[in-house]
């Protein structure tokens, strides 16, 4: 964490509803304690999903829980993530750690300055309501594609809250430069509830199981041996993972 957090202090906490997010405001709760559960909708396909895990995990982190309207975003980007004209796209499990690949898709589901926006409203709230800290999810997959992501986005941010807010607003990410594995990892160490989480970028009844986010959860599930307990939250697993699914054979 890139702040002085003390048991005291409390914090704002940035919820997509998805497994960063979750992961890194229950990992902040060890330190401090959640003021704010700031959530953003944008227009994006699986808002209303979102929204409700994003609700649903303020109320295990006993703190209030806000929904922010964004229409404006909508119409500013050609996104597949809020255009119903544009495929979400999918990747392949096996292409998940190809730069090209990532990028590729990274290009079609990026909304501009989203995460600029986002932790500059946040910031707002920490300032009138004398909050000293914002926590994010970040994660260190998809800091290589998406750079709003990274270590360096957060030291800038904290850098231009030196100049833009009175008292210096800090960012911090506990999930910061861990991959999926290592998040979902730390989720089970803090009992983190898995089920309650939305990370795909559809808005079905069940997450896809296909698009590139929800196949980073489902290889971190997977690899914390996860497949028995939580596949049933996704309309597609690989069909090789549900054979080694402990306890589990492949139907
Ligand atoms: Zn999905």
Known sequence: MTS????SQTFISLVSGGLDSCVASFSATQQGQCALVLFFDYGQKAAKKEFQASKKIAKKLGAPFKSIALPFLAEVT??????NDQVIPQIKM?????????????????????????????????EALGIQSIVVGFNAEEAITFPDNSANFLSRAEAFFQLSTLKGIQVSSPTLGMNKKQIVAKGLELQVPFEL????????????????????????????DLDKK???DFY??????KKTAPGKQAS
Not at 204 to 214: A, L, N, V, Y
Not at 236 to 241: A, T
Request: with cysteine; proline share 2%.
């Open 94 to 126: 096996g292409k998940l750690d190809d730069r090209t690949e990532s990028e590729k898709s990274a290009a079609q589901v990026w909304v501009p300055n989203r995460n600029g926006l986002f932790i500059n409203i946040a910031a707002s709230f920490a």
């Open 197 to 224: 989480i939305w990370s795909c970028y559809h808005g079905g009844r069940k997450m896809c199981g296909q698009c590139e986010s929800c196949l980073r959860l489902i290889r971190a599930y997977h690899l914390n």
């Open 4 to 7: 002085t957090q003390n048991k």
């Open 78 to 83: 050609q996104s597949a993530l809020v255009m």
């Open 236 to 241: 597609y697993w690989p069909q090789e993972w």
């Open 230 to 232: 939580l596949q049933k």
